[in-house]
């Protein structure tokens, strides 16, 4: 006698739904996934989670629907379970979701590290955050660069951001800028893929990342796992070291999955130091502490450099920041206006009388958005809607803060100044002790 599949809904945002679906549902015929909802990521519903990845349970693929139209997913399907699986949130919300879904009648749940968290068979390490914009990238650039001068062969992996086609997008290997093109990579993900790719490594990403490690691990003698949008690693680690912000300080206790990452840390970067105040660094040392006191804390900065200061001073700057720090991840600023301040510039222009289409719309979505333009590049027309955006500000200079050249995507008809930032360990121990320590070097 057959027993009744449970019906589940998955709560995505192109990410984590995707990998919790393929490691722990795909091939369960114990469970029946009706859908997917999205949110955060324009232009990913009304979609179908394909049949080349959804194995043979789902011959017609998976719908992919708009979050807004879960509570009549939930009673259009007789839905048993909604399980949630995006990142960077707070509790609270969460908990707003749960309530919803629990007052249709279904149940809420979240899945842990142990279903989900797949076992290489070479030596990893996994680089995550607390938060969106805490300073994960040039902390694995870091690690990597580490590694990469002691001979090591070492092969990055990142977190999704499948915004295409997800068929075409399930294995995704980058070593070249022409994998860029022929992957037709968003600002979002040439962000995280180009500052590997400048130090002639690879990186891989996608949708199926068991797929995506087994072809890692037949050319690595280590695995990064790059983390992103403060999510855990897909991936079990031998080192887990998760970045920290002390200018949101709290934030590690409050948003979900940060505070797990917190929890499964065996070292936490306490990063920009130099750019908060000692009782915010001191709080959030307390704080991890507390909820992890065998976490190992190692306190850095991420100092900015600039490739034309005497471009900025005593000029109207329109400043470019990365994307998500600014939008989900409820940064008001970042490495370009500390650059364009510091540099001397005689006004921060305010974009928001020049913006067009998509990039209003990412106003109007994230009103606390500060004086700057963050780098929004989803989609073809967003790019467009970026480029003129730009064209229009009234401004003498552009101050881009975003890790990618970005004049390989749109025209800038003002001059450009570029920032950067790397990660620098201030006091002791260093990243380069503990990866000795752990036989890592």
Request: hydrophobic content about 35%.
């Given at each position: 006698?057959?027993t009744?599949r449970?019906?589940i809904i998955?709560?995505g945002a192109?990410?984590?739904?995707?990998h919790?679906?393929?490691t722990?549902?795909?091939?369960n015929?114990?469970?029946?996934?009706?859908?997917?909802t999205?949110?955060?990521?324009?232009d990913?519903?009304?979609?179908?989670y394909?049949?080349?990845l959804?194995?043979?349970?789902?011959?017609e693929g998976?719908?992919?629907?708009?979050?807004?139209?879960?509570?009549n997913?939930?009673?259009?399907?007789?839905?048993?379970?909604v399980?949630?699986?995006?990142s960077?949130?707070?509790?609270e919300?969460?908990?707003?979701?749960?309530?919803?879904?629990?007052?249709?009648?279904?149940?809420?749940?979240?899945?842990?590290t142990?279903?989900?968290m797949?076992?290489?068979?070479?030596?990893?390490i996994s680089?995550?955050a607390v938060r969106?914009g805490s300073?994960?990238?040039?902390t694995?650039?870091k690690i990597?660069q580490?590694?990469?001068?002691?001979g090591k062969k070492?092969?990055a992996?990142?977190h999704?951001?499948?915004?295409?086609?997800?068929a075409?997008?399930?294995?995704?290997?980058?070593?070249?800028?022409?994998d860029l093109?022929?992957?037709?990579?968003?600002?979002e993900?040439?962000?995280?893929?180009?500052?590997?790719?400048d130090?002639?490594?690879v990186?891989?990403s996608?949708?199926d990342?068991?797929a995506?490690?087994?072809?890692?691990?037949?050319?690595?003698?280590v695995?990064?796992?790059?983390?992103?949008?403060?999510?855990?690693?897909?991936y079990?680690?031998?080192?887990?070291?998760?970045v920290?912000?002390?200018h949101?300080?709290?934030h590690?206790?409050?948003?979900?999955?940060?505070?797990?990452?917190?929890?499964?840390?065996?070292v936490v970067?306490?990063?920009?130091?130099t750019?908060?105040?000692?009782e915010?660094?001191m709080?959030?040392?307390?704080?991890?502490?507390?909820?992890?006191p065998?976490?190992v804390?190692?306190?850095a900065?991420?100092?900015?450099?600039?490739d034309?200061p005497?471009?900025?001073k005593g000029?109207?700057?329109?400043?470019?920041?990365?994307?998500p720090?600014?939008?989900?991840?409820?940064?008001?600023?970042?490495?370009?206006?500390?650059?364009?301040?510091r540099?001397?510039?005689?006004?921060?222009?305010?974009p928001?009388?020049?913006?067009v289409?998509?990039?209003?719309?990412?106003?109007d979505?994230?009103?606390?958005?500060?004086?700057?333009?963050?780098?929004?590049?989803?989609?073809?027309?967003?790019?467009?809607?970026?480029?003129e955006?730009?064209?229009?500000?009234?401004?003498?200079?552009?101050v881009?803060?975003?890790?990618?050249?970005?004049?390989?995507?749109?025209k800038?008809?003002?001059?450009?100044?570029?920032v950067?930032?790397?990660l620098?360990?201030i006091?002791?121990?260093?990243l380069?002790?503990?990866l000795?320590e752990?036989?890592?070097?």
């Amino acid at each position: 006698m057959s027993t009744k599949r449970r019906k589940i809904i998955i709560m995505g945002a192109a990410g984590r739904d995707f990998h919790n679906f393929n490691t722990y549902y795909r091939n369960n015929d114990s469970f029946e996934v009706v859908a997917f909802t999205a949110t955060q990521i324009p232009d990913i519903v009304d979609r179908k989670y394909p049949s080349e990845l959804s194995g043979d349970l789902y011959p017609e693929g998976i719908p992919i629907y708009d979050e807004s139209e879960l509570v009549n997913l939930i009673k259009k399907f007789d839905v048993d379970e909604v399980v949630f699986s995006y990142s960077d949130v707070t509790h609270e919300y969460v908990m707003h979701k749960a309530s919803l879904v629990n007052a249709i009648g279904a149940a809420f749940s979240l899945l842990g590290t142990k279903g989900t968290m797949i076992k290489s068979t070479k030596p990893l390490i996994s680089v995550c955050a607390v938060r969106t914009g805490s300073g994960k990238s040039q902390t694995s650039r870091k690690i990597v660069q580490l590694l990469h001068d002691s001979g090591k062969k070492i092969v990055a992996i990142r977190h999704p951001m499948p915004y295409g086609d997800l068929a075409k997008q399930a294995v995704q290997r980058f070593a070249e800028y022409s994998d860029l093109d022929k992957h037709e990579t968003t600002i979002e993900e040439r962000e995280e893929y180009e500052p590997y790719i400048d130090k002639g490594l690879v990186i891989y990403s996608g949708v199926d990342y068991e797929a995506i490690l087994r072809e890692a691990e037949k050319e690595a003698d280590v695995i990064l796992w790059d983390g992103g949008n403060n999510d855990f690693s897909f991936y079990k680690p031998d080192l887990s070291i998760v970045v920290a912000d002390p200018h949101r300080v709290g934030h590690e206790l409050t948003y979900h999955p940060g505070e797990t990452n917190l929890n499964l840390a065996d070292v936490v970067i306490v990063n920009k130091i130099t750019t908060t105040s000692y009782e915010n660094v001191m709080q959030l040392e307390e704080n991890i502490r507390n909820a992890n006191p065998n976490a190992v804390i190692i306190e850095a900065a991420s100092p900015i450099f600039v490739d034309k200061p005497e471009l900025v001073k005593g000029k109207k700057v329109l400043v470019i920041e990365d994307g998500p720090t600014l939008t989900h991840g409820e940064m008001k600023y970042g490495a370009g206006v500390v650059a364009a301040r510091r540099y001397g510039a005689k006004e921060l222009v305010d974009p928001r009388p020049y913006l067009v289409g998509s990039m209003k719309e990412t106003f109007d979505k994230y009103p606390d958005i500060g004086t700057l333009l963050p780098a929004m590049g989803y989609f073809e027309q967003q790019l467009k809607d970026m480029e003129e955006t730009i064209r229009n500000t009234e401004c003498d200079v552009v101050v881009s803060a975003t890790p990618i050249d970005i004049t390989r995507l749109i025209k800038i008809d003002k001059p450009i100044v570029r920032v950067k930032y790397e990660l620098e360990e201030i006091g002791y121990p260093k990243l380069e002790d503990i990866l000795k320590e752990k036989g890592f070097l």
